[in-house]
């Protein structure tokens, strides 16, 4: 029956969100004698990592479960959770499953964690990838092309196949497939909220993370069948919103059904971001790793932590709104995250002149209460709804 | 011998210089609408200061105002109307800071208005927030807007592809955009006899820095450091001004090291040096006297701190190379101290307190700055481990008076320097 | 006899403790009090029960040496004791009553006042002994506590003048009684008054008594500590770090220290001392008081319980609840929620105290860790559960450490103070050739 089919898929799913041991990472080396490499939040080219016969693992620090006993010692409390996790999961053993770990530029948290990461584990392979914030092929092109075929050198050296453009250019197709894939899932859920409820989407997402692309691309297609073809998922008067501020730490599942449950359908977001920050399908036209680095300069999406070139801070989301048909925007921010924190007044200031209505909270990853939330977005919801009706 | 009352002129003369450079500069400012003459807002560390000169443009620097402000006593209300704006609690005051002046007239802290921008030169990304700063300033004025991305040096060094990638961005946008808001084309000549002068005060400045290897120090390199610094960490670097100001500081400084002086603090001279240490991270702004007097009544003296690096680290050997005017810059904004990985930072305070026959070192972690901030309590352990000798923590932030509990620093601080005196004393008695 | 001593003081959030040291370093006596507003009173009252309980220990002494056999001498100073306290209360309420009838008339209250004073005053007074009997439990041994939850029952029951009128005029009577110094009276009278009360049948007591008025007591030195350190009535070089005194008196009580956790009302202190109790490194808690003892407080309240009721209500846990937030601001609310969610009491206490005990690991983590032996005070040491928590958080991250509590753990920082002032006095006496 498909309704257990889609049962036993989203139980596994949310199986690997919940396996703070990646069990699944260890069980893939086993399998493949490959290298797994660890990532950051918020992007990193996984095809590169891809094509050398890595496993990129999404690593967004021990979510709502891990108890956080020595992670505590490394960070003042006026820092946001993730890194206190992260180092959790490295001291606690879980992460000795990573051959490596890349610490993309998201900000000075991240960026310092990698130097930590560096003295607490002398043997890994730890590199900051240098992201760049100029986006200019002859200026920023040519720097993070050379940051990428660093990387590629420093794995090779430790195992890992030589970067090989055919390999590349497999790579970026099978990732072509997968970014399709992500986008067909919110593509439907825009359409027909009542079909994909949030929190499903978000532990496929999460199990991009930890599976290789190639077994989590049926899984996502998987699902949009069973959910097409489940009759029993019938619309509801929600209010539609879009939700923004949670590309790095990540919100515990308990806060998103949290927002459903008090009315909102979230019809666009910035969840697990490294799924969606290359727009559509790689433009093919040269050398694959021009390719790779011509989609981050030109595709990549407007991020808080992407530098605003152009100006028009905030013009994205409005136009995002529009896209997606959302009645409203929720900032849901983590505590202490400064990307995020710092582009908030900007955006509000963009949205507010488009008349769009808002709110906004913070959370941190291992938030346990979520009272003052559901209220707070319960109301939002409610007023959204008696707005559209007047 | 030295004449106590000649050693009170000279120590007079720098300071009286500066004080002099400082009005000048502001006044300046206040006057460009008339004169005509451009300015750029841009930051402290990854200055390019050299380069503004040789476009004849003008540096303002937010970050200079906001700890002004906070000295002066005007931040709390600065922070509260930011906050009041939908400044979030949770980010960096000084932007919160200069956003709550920006909105207030934009007074300066000489009481003179300051210029709107005619180019906001974003040069240096060593601080995140940065980048997200002028965001927020290219919402509030209507100017051009041009940035330096300076990567991070995430691997203790800087490779080729960094250098080139500051040089061309330098060369394929910085410059282009003075030579448009300056009307003036580039001089490579005149950067370079503006470089060739930075050099020369570095090598004084780095002079005055090192004088605290001495018994006892003649400086505080933290609370007099900032004092220091302040000329050639803003707008003075490669002026005739800014040698003349070394120059006379060394002199000073090696007389007082001569005459066996201690350092010149807010009570006047400290005349017995009990304790030596090195401290990591900014310090508080708002109650910045009150806090160097916590030092002062401990006896305990700064020998040397990585904040008076943020503008840039000379004394490893770099200076302004005029032979490579733009690679040179590329190279200075790359080295800036929060631009250097954990393991340099470990590595370089750990000098410190070796070289600096420090007793210890303390790390004031500020909540604003989570460059200088994420990863100090292992950083604190490392150079513990490495030096063998104590580390202090205490927490404060930049210019939010809200976040300096005077009672608990100071709780803090004599039990730090009483545990060096006990640990001192039962090591005699041993 | 001529008896020399020193004194630590710990001016605490709460309680202000003294500790008196004899030349051999013993500890004579001990004292403590409620911390109130005014510190210098908190210091002598807390001196002065120190002094008294000196006092005590040298007439358990003279008792001893007069042959007097341990049960009989634990049985007439244990009466003779319940005696000085009661002299002791009722000086205190004579204070209060004049007090309560000062305010009473400055603020032009009613005859019917006055009356409801006299009537309720009158009333704790003839229950005094009764509050000082054998085997009675008092909730609290400071003047404020006992004297507060009775004028506050008392007040209601009565009928002549509004609850909210008394109740005013107490809160502000107290302060004043507490802020004397004279209120609580002197050991001789208190102690003649309460041989009388006791009747002549131990003339042995009588003599101990006497023998114990003839000592002098000397003071040498006098070493002040603690949260409110800042005000402490003392000269600046009489004063010691509280992390430092927490280290000696750690080491004075166990000399095998080298770790000793502390957990107070507002802070907690990691420290780590040498073979000699020297502090070599120490960690306090952030700007943010999240975990200390006051966030106990908080949930006690909430739950409508004593403090010393969280510890075992917690040890009935069957499951413990994860609580991730130890953000005392926060406590009510997460409580509730819990709470709410059908979570039962127990296993959310259990949760707790776990969490508050995660905070202090990681204070002890920065400052190095947990090395053999590992010594925890402060108020939160008396809470078992936390302890268990404590014991093996500990045990699974630092392997098998001795853990000393010890019942007198709140006198650490004080005790430590006076060996400070007994160092300090030693020191002076050594010529000042010989120092340099």
Same mark, same amino acid.
């Given at each position: ?390 | ?430 | ?64 040496? !007069? ?8 049985? /007439?100073? &244990? *009466? ?5 306290? @009661? #002299? $002791? ?46 085997? !009675? ?8 506590? /006992?004297? &507060? *939850? ?5 007040? @209601? #029951? $009565? ?46 007591? !009588? ?24 005000k402490l009535p003392f000269p600046e070089k009489s004063i010691r770090s509280e992390i430092l005194c927490h280290g000696l008196g750690a080491h004075a009580m166990y ?66 609840v994860r609580i991730n937030s130890t953000c005392t601001v926060f406590a009510g609310a997460e409580l509730r929620e819990r709470l709410s969610l059908g979570e039962r ?92």
């Amino acid at each position: 029956m498909s309704s257990s089919e889609l049962d036993r898929l989203l139980a596994d799913a949310e199986h690997l969100y919940r396996d703070l041991t990646f069990q699944s990472v260890r069980d893939w080396k086993r399998r493949t004698g490959g290298l797994a490499i660890g990532y950051m939040p918020v992007y990193v080219p996984r095809e590169i990592l891809h094509a050398q016969g890595c496993l990129p693992v999404g690593v967004l620090g021990g979510g709502e479960d891990l108890e956080i006993i020595r992670g505590d010692a490394f960070y003042q409390s006026y820092i946001c959770h993730i890194p206190r996790s992260t180092i959790e999961l490295g001291l606690n053993g879980a992460l000795d499953c990573l051959d490596g770990m890349l610490f993309p530029a998201t900000c000075d948290v991240i960026r310092n964690l990698s130097g930590m990461w560096r003295m607490q584990f002398p043997d890994k392979f730890v590199h900051y990838l240098d992201v760049p914030q100029d986006f200019d092929p002859q200026v920023g092109g040519t720097f993070y092309e050379h940051e990428l075929q660093s990387i590629a050198a420093a794995l090779a050296a430790r195992g890992a196949k030589p970067l090989r453009d055919d390999a590349l250019a497999a790579s970026i197709a099978v990732f072509d497939t997968h970014r399709d894939a992500v986008e067909a899932l919110y593509t439907l859920r825009r359409e027909q909220p009542w079909k994909v409820p949030t929190h499903e989407l978000y532990l496929l997402l999460r199990a991009g993370m930890l599976l290789p692309v190639e077994e989590h691309v049926p899984l996502l297609r998987r699902y949009r069948e069973l959910v097409l073809a489940d009759a029993a998922r019938r619309p509801m008067d929600q209010a539609r919103v879009l939700l923004t501020g949670s590309f790095c730490e990540q919100p515990p599942l308990g806060m998103i059904k949290t927002l459903e449950r008090a009315g909102c359908y979230i019809v666009d977001d910035d969840f697990v971001p490294v799924h969606r920050w290359i727009r559509g399908r790689v433009a093919r036209g040269g050398a694959p790793m021009r390719d790779l680095v011509g989609a981050f300069l030109e595709s990549g999406v407007p991020s808080a932590i992407r530098y605003a070139e152009h100006g028009g801070k905030g013009d994205d989301v409005v136009a995002r709104v529009r896209e997606c048909g959302a009645e409203g925007v929720v900032f849901c921010a983590p505590s202490f995250c400064d990307p995020a924190l710092l582009d908030q007044p900007m955006v509000v200031r963009a949205i507010e002149r488009a008349g769009i209505p808002w709110t906004a909270f913070k959370y941190s990853e291992n938030t346990g209460q979520f009272q003052v939330i559901r209220e707070q977005a319960g109301t939002f919801a409610d007023s959204i709804k008696l707005w559209s009706t007047v | 011998m030295s004449n106590p009352a000649t050693a009170q002129i000279h120590k007079d003369a720098s300071q009286e210089r500066q004080k002099r450079m400082i009005a000048e500069h502001f006044h300046r400012l206040a006057q460009a609408p008339d004169t005509g003459h451009k300015c750029a807002y841009t930051f402290v560390p990854g200055n390019l200061t050299e380069l503004l000169r040789t476009f004849d443009v003008l540096p303002v620097l937010p970050e200079i105002n906001a700890l002004q402000s906070g000295m002066r006593g005007r931040s709390r209300d600065y922070i509260a109307l930011a906050e009041k704006l939908g400044h979030s609690e949770d980010v960096c005051t000084y932007v919160k800071c200069d956003v709550g002046m920006l909105h207030s007239g934009n007074v300066g802290p000489t009481g003179e208005r300051l210029p709107r921008p005619d180019l906001l030169l974003l040069s240096y990304t060593g601080c995140f927030t940065f980048m997200k700063w002028f965001e927020i300033l290219a919402q509030e004025y209507e100017c051009p807007v041009v940035m330096l991305h300076v990567p991070y040096q995430g691997d203790g060094r800087i490779t080729d592809a960094m250098r080139r990638y500051v040089v061309d961005q330098l060369r394929r946008k910085v410059i282009p955009m003075l030579e448009k808001v300056s009307g003036k084309a580039y001089d490579e000549d005149l950067l370079r006899q503006h470089l060739a002068r930075s050099a020369q005060a570095e090598t004084d400045l780095v002079a005055v820095l090192e004088a605290a290897k001495h018994r006892p120090s003649p400086i505080d390199a933290y609370f007099g450091g900032v004092y220091y610094i302040g000329p050639i960490f803003t707008a003075f670097r490669g002026t005739q001004d800014a040698i003349e100001y070394y120059r006379e500081l060394r002199a000073e400084v090696e007389e007082r090291m001569r005459a066996g002086k201690g350092p010149v603090t807010p009570e006047g001279e400290l005349e017995h040096e009990k304790y030596r240490v090195v401290v990591e991270g900014p310090p508080n702004w708002t109650s910045f006297r009150q806090f160097w007097q916590m030092f002062v009544d401990e006896g305990a003296v700064v020998v040397a701190s990585t904040y008076t690096k943020v503008g840039g680290v000379y004394d490893n050997g770099f200076r302004h190379d005029p032979a490579r005017p733009l690679e040179t810059l590329a190279e200075y904004c790359m080295g800036c101290y929060t631009n250097l990985d954990l393991p340099t930072r470990v590595a370089m305070l750990s000098r410190y307190v070796q070289e600096y026959s420090a007793d210890g070192f303390l790390i004031n972690s500020v909540k604003s700055c989570n460059s200088f901030s994420a990863g100090q309590l292992m950083i604190l352990r490392e150079v513990e481990k490495r030096t063998g000798r104590p580390g202090g923590f205490i927490e404060s932030d930049l210019v939010d008076p809200r976040y300096f509990s005077a009672s608990n620093i100071k709780n803090r601080l004599e039990s730090y320097f009483q545990m060096i005196e006990q640990k001192r004393s039962s090591g005699a008695g041993t | 006899m001529r008896i020399e001593y020193c004194i630590g003081v710990d001016l605490g959030s709460t309680t202000t403790k003294a500790v008196i040291l004899g030349a051999d370093h013993a500890v004579l006596g001990r004292g403590i009090t409620n911390s109130r507003s005014n510190y210098v009173v908190a210091s002598q009252v807390a001196m002065g029960e120190a002094l008294i309980n000196t006092r005590f220990t040298r007439i358990r002494n003279q008792l001893g040496h !007069a042959g007097v056999g341990p049960a009989r001498c634990d049985q /007439l100073l &244990g *009466s003779f004791e319940r005696r000085f306290r @009661e #002299q $002791q209360y009722l000086c205190q309420l004579a204070t209060l009553e004049s007090t309560l009838h000062g305010y009473a008339d400055r603020t032009r209250q009613d005859p019917a006042v006055h009356r409801a004073l006299d009537a309720i005053v009158a009333r704790m007074r003839s229950e005094s002994a009764g509050l000082f009997a054998e085997g !009675a439990a008092r909730k609290s041994d400071f003047f404020r506590d /006992l004297a &507060g *939850s009775r004028f506050h029952e008392l007040s @209601e #029951q $009565q009928k002549e003048a509004r609850f909210d009128v008394l109740a005013g005029l107490f809160d502000k009577s107290i302060l004043d009684v507490e802020n004397s110094t004279e209120a609580v009276g002197t050991f001789s009278e208190h102690a003649r008054a309460a041989l009388q009360a006791q009747g002549t049948h131990a003339p042995e007591l !009588a003599r101990a008594v006497d023998a114990a008025f003839g000592d002098e007591l000397v003071q040498v030195q006098v070493v002040g500590t603690g949260y409110g350190r800042q005000k402490l009535p003392f000269p600046e070089k009489s004063i010691r770090s509280e992390i430092l005194c927490h280290g000696l008196g750690a080491h004075a009580m166990y000399p095998h220290t080298r770790t000793v956790l502390d957990i107070g009302g507002q802070d907690t202190k990691a420290i780590q001392v040498d073979e000699q109790g020297i502090v070599t490194s120490f960690q306090m808690n952030d700007r943010c008081a999240a975990g200390c003892g006051r966030y106990l407080g908080y949930i006690a309240d909430e739950m409508n319980l004593g403090l010393h009721e969280l510890g075992p209500l917690a040890g009935q846990a069957t499951r413990q609840v994860r609580i991730n937030s130890t953000c005392t601001v926060f406590a009510g609310a997460e409580l509730r929620e819990r709470l709410s969610l059908g979570e039962r009491r127990e296993d959310i206490l259990a949760g707790l105290h776990r969490a508050i005990v995660l905070r202090a690991m990681s204070l002890l983590a920065r400052s190095g860790g947990v090395h053999e032996q590992f010594t925890f005070t402060g108020g939160v040491a008396r809470n078992s559960e936390a302890v268990k928590a404590l014991r093996k958080l500990v045990q699974e991250n630092y392997g098998e450490r001795t853990l000393n509590i010890s019942t007198e753990s709140i006198y650490t920082g004080a005790l430590g103070a006076a060996l400070f002032a007994w160092r300090a006095a030693e020191r002076a006496d050594v010529p000042e050739e010989v120092k340099a």
